[in-house]
């Protein structure tokens, strides 16, 4: 039986995610994307956790509306939902979407109507009493998103991992509730394969956290993984990646980015555009878990 080799997450619901999957993946005849499923969805039936999943911030509308992706290494195959209105685990449906169906992504009503159908049950609003008090509040105008800067509220707006079994197996997920109060509809980085998630068996995964517009742009999940396969480490991908991001799209420098990288050898790195309490990124072991500041930069 395959067991857990290393796993790495981004952001304050990394350690939920990475200590979950380090427990899922003691449980016999699971594997790497249960581990991955399992943990994420932990961080998104959190209500204590700001960015993803029930704890979220709703859009402009009041209405929690969530995006995941999962993706595969061997077998190269992904699922994505975006736009999830009701569901608590995006995550999962996404899953099923990458097992069940032929496509990639579902949206809107077309992802309402599948999860339905798969058996997942629609709970409605899905806000919780602190994320009904600070809407209420940006309605009332006493949330200044322009102080916030991105809009990442109580935190950062997406968790990203990536998971490697003892036979170098890859496999990444993401799940996000998106910028807090954000445009009805809109849609970051974090459901979009190349962009926040991407993995290539033989040569390695990255993911992403931060403002979904600017990374979306220069395909930075797939940019990073494409360093890889030209020698760099993930530590050096990573820095060249945002370095490239930062020469196209210099007003990212004015919000918060994180990409983090696991190569095939089982190596993990990171970088960031700025200081950022909540963007950091974890990493497990069957040994435990350990905290990994990214270095910044453009400064």
Known sequence: MNGLKIAIATGPSGFVTVNSILEASRASGTTRLDWLELGLAA??????????????????????SLDA?????????AGAVAGLLGFRSPI???RRVMDYTPHVMLVGEGAKRFAEAQGFTDEGALLTDYSRERY????????????????HIDGGDTVGAIVM????QLACGTSTSGLAFKMPGRVGDSPIIGGGLYVEQGIGS???LG????????????RTVMKLAHGLSPQAAAEAAMRDM????????????LVIALNQAGDAGGARTKAHPDFHYWQATQSGVIKIEAPVMGD
């Open 43 to 64: 961080a998104e039936a959190d209500e204590s956790l700001h960015d993803v999943g029930v704890g979220g911030m709703p859009d402009a509308l009041g209405r929690m």
């Open 206 to 208: 990255a993911v992403c």
């Open 165 to 168: 079994d003892t036979e170098n």
């Open 136 to 151: 209420e509040a940006f309605l009332r105008g006493e949330v200044d998103l322009e102080a916030t800067g991105d809009q």
């Open 92 to 94: 999962a449906v996404a």
């Open 246 to 257: 930062i020469r196209l799209r210099p007003s990212c420098l004015g919000t918060t980015c």
């Open 211 to 222: 403002m979904g517009e600017q990374m979306m742009q220069v395909g930075m999940a797939m």
């Open 69 to 77: 992706a999962i993706m595969d290494g061997p077998t190269h195959r």
